[in-house]
């Protein structure tokens, strides 16, 4: 439904505890990575997960200002 692949992690440590969302070439850009967080908290609501998925952009976007 997104086009999207997010893969869980290798690290034997983390799995199950993290994810891991990959942007590489023409997709390696502030837009695409705001998209891969709204369409990620999609996921976790269709699943019955209460996320606050404002509060992913509003994080992410001050790091971009920080490192603008």
Do not use: K, Y
């Not at 994810?19 to 996921?43: F, I, K, P, Q, Y």
């Amino acid at each position: 439904e997104f086009d999207m692949v997010i893969a869980g992690s290798h690290h034997p440590r983390l799995v199950g505890q993290m994810l891991r969302v990959g942007h590489m070439g023409s997709t390696a850009d502030r837009n695409c990575l705001l998209l891969a967080l709204v369409a990620l908290s999609e996921c976790f609501r269709i699943q019955g997960v209460t996320v606050n998925g404002a509060a992913a952009i509003d994080a992410a976007t001050a790091v971009f200002r920080e490192h603008a």
